[in-house]
């Protein structure tokens, strides 16, 4: 038997597909390195999320958030960029959605940006160099709570 979503009944779903079948989920990727925002939008692509947008700096990605909403359901921010950094725009993207689920993206070593990012309202992180699996497991377990 094939369901809706053309999968076979007792098939588990793309981690990227809305459990109640609406569709993806929508994410926003903020991150200065062509490299990393491609990975990123492959991996989420291969799991069935929708790579709604990107943006190379903390400031566009600001505003690219703005104008997506409501209809955007996460955003990868990179801490280290041009223009505006990480901590800055996440700073205005909860200012303006407290409700924003954010994910910081952090090269090791920066634990304690990390950590103020944690505290003023990023959900998780993301190390890099990007590990599939990792990345997957953090963004699933921030879009269920």
Known sequence: ???????????????????????SYRVLIVDDSMFIAKQLGQILSSEGFEVADTAGDGAQGLEKYKALHPNIDLVTLDITMPVMDGVSALEKII???KNAKVIMVSALGKEDVVKKCLL??????????????????????????
Do not use: H, N, Q, W
């Open 1 to 23: 038997m094939v369901a809706k979503s053309g999968l076979p009944v007792d098939a588990k779903p793309p981690e990227g597909i809305k459990p109640d079948g609406s569709g």
């Open 95 to 97: 200012e303006f959605d």
């Open 120 to 145: 003023l309202g990023a959900k998780s992180y993301i190390v890099k160099p990007l590990d599939r699996t990792k990345v997957l497991e953090r963004i699933t377990s921030i879009l269920k709570r």
